[in-house]
């Protein structure tokens, strides 16, 4: 879990570095977070208000939906979070905390895994050229080159070969 404590911030701007553990995120389960998350606060207190943009950078490790290799991409986003104690309170663009005049700490977690887990692309390449793998011998064609004809190959026979290739499995 993270947890921002606000008992003790001053009335203004402050900032806060801290660095976390996949683990304290619950992004532990799959093995794309590996590093640890730094996270940047800037957070502006009025009065029981707090205003606060988190930048959030860390290094994942991702599988090429071409050629199979693992590779690394940083991430570097950010979140708006508002806590407030006004429930009328609401902004599409930000993650709102309510808390009483009670709280001392208010847990964010959700807030940057969330933000972590959206920015993760969608398509996933090694690089942007990445010649990915021959669809007839399985070359990685990144580091080799095959005598494969791939160009003049019917999409209906490449499915037919898989089938023949399961058979044999
Ligand atoms: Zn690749
Ligand atoms: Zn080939």
Known sequence: MLALNIAHLDEGHSSQIRQVTPEELELENDDVFISPV?????????????????NIKTKTHLLCDRCAE??????????RIVITSD?????????????????TEIDITES???TL???LPT????????KGLCPVCGTKLNFETC????????????????LKGNEKG
């Not at 693992?70 to 979140?79: G, K, W």
């Not at 005598?147 to 898989?162: G, M, N, Q, V, Y």
């Open 38 to 54: 730094d996270i940047r606060f800037e957070i502006d207190k009025v009065g029981h208000e707090f205003y606060i943009k988190a």
């Open 70 to 79: 693992p590779y690394d991409e940083n991430l570097d986003e950010s979140v």
């Open 87 to 103: 429930s009328e309170f609401g902004n599409p663009e930000e993650d709102i905390y309510s808390i009483t005049a009670s709280s």
């Open 112 to 114: 940057i895994k969330e």
């Open 117 to 119: 887990l959206i920015s």
């Open 123 to 130: 398509k996933r390449l090694c690089k942007a050229d990445c």
């Open 147 to 162: 005598s494969c004809k791939t160009d003049e190959i019917d999409p209906r026979w490449e499915a037919l070969k898989k």
